[in-house]
């Protein structure tokens, strides 16, 4: 069914823009120029976001952070194993889901370390990655408090998830 889904919607624009009269051609060109443009204003932030990320990644300073607040997890009651989870998925979606992997294939699905990965992945926001997205399509410089917020909406999802698998399960 998927398969057909994005021809379908082709033939129904087509076929709306024929019973309009309209040229169908030059309104999906304007709406591919309008995308690219969009696409101009955010690829800077992406960018910089995709190389802060690697860097991080590849210096080890992630994995120091990580070590380093270990004890500041435990005491909030999230488990030290998902220190690097918790500083890496403001940051990176894909890095996260393969922290989350790591964290799953080590000590098992359905562990309390695993459950609380999971809740974790499915509970808080790539917040680094939306702010420089949206607020670089909407011409947004100065963040001012809203990172700070969702900063804080993320670490209060940490910490509600691992509450919650210890409560559940």
Do not use: W
Not at 30 to 36: D, I, N, P, T, V
Not at 112 to 134: D, K, N, P
Not at 135 to 149: C, D, M, N, Q, V
């Amino acid at each position: 069914m998927t398969d057909y889904l994005v021809p379908l919607l082709l033939f129904l624009t087509a076929a709306l823009a024929l019973r309009k009269q309209e040229n169908a051609y030059g309104l999906l060109l304007e709406g591919a120029a309008q995308g690219l443009h969009i696409l101009g204003s955010i690829l800077p932030a992406l960018i910089l976001l995709m190389t802060a990320v690697y860097m991080l990644r590849a210096s080890g300073a992630v994995e120091i952070m990580g070590t380093v607040l270990s004890p500041v997890f435990s005491f909030f009651g999230i488990p030290p194993e998902t220190a690097l989870l918790v500083l890496i998925r403001p940051i990176s979606g894909s890095a996260a889901l393969a922290v989350g992997a790591e964290l799953m294939a080590a000590y098992g699905v359905d562990s309390l370390i695993g459950r609380t990965a999971a809740v974790m992945l499915g509970s808080t926001e790539t917040t680094f990655y939306t702010i420089g997205v949206y607020f670089g399509a909407a011409g947004i410089r100065k963040t001012r408090y809203a990172l700070l917020a969702a900063l804080f909406a993320d670490f209060v999802g940490f910490f509600m998830a691992s509450l919650t698998v210890k409560l559940y399960c």
